[in-house]
């Protein structure tokens, strides 16, 4: 693929990752899908990730998080592609302004 094909991709997924479509999901991620993320249970500060597997995992996981964070925003978000992947970078705008001003964080995803 292109460059300018993985951003179109790319462009493609996040609409349906922020709609929870599991349809559009399926069109544009593999059959063998893994979704490696930080994670932790509630309460807990240090996340020790957990991998799921497959549209359904995922869809699952983003209504979870729809559900808990309603209020998430991003900004600054930079997508590259780099051969045959794409790093995503942005930042979680919302979640930091309720853990406090010390926090600081960014988000790389690499597709």
């Known amino acids: ?12 997924y996040r609409l349906a990752y922020g709609a ?22 509630a309460g807990e500060m240090n996340a020790t990730g957990k991998i799921l597997f497959g ?30 992947f794409i790093l995503q970078c942005s930042r979680p705008v919302e979640l930091m302004r309720r853990i406090g001003p010390s926090m600081s964080m960014w988000w790389m995803c690499i597709a």
């Open 1 to 12: 693929m292109t460059d300018a094909q993985l951003l179109e991709l790319m462009a493609r």
């Open 20 to 41: 929870a479509d599991e349809k559009t999901l399926a069109a544009v991620v593999s059959d063998d899908f893994q979704w490696h993320m930080h994670y932790s249970d």
């Open 55 to 84: 549209v359904e995992a995922m869809v699952q996981e983003i209504r979870r998080r729809q559900a808990s964070w309603r209020n998430l925003k991003y900004e600054n978000l930079v997508e590259r592609a780099a051969g045959d």
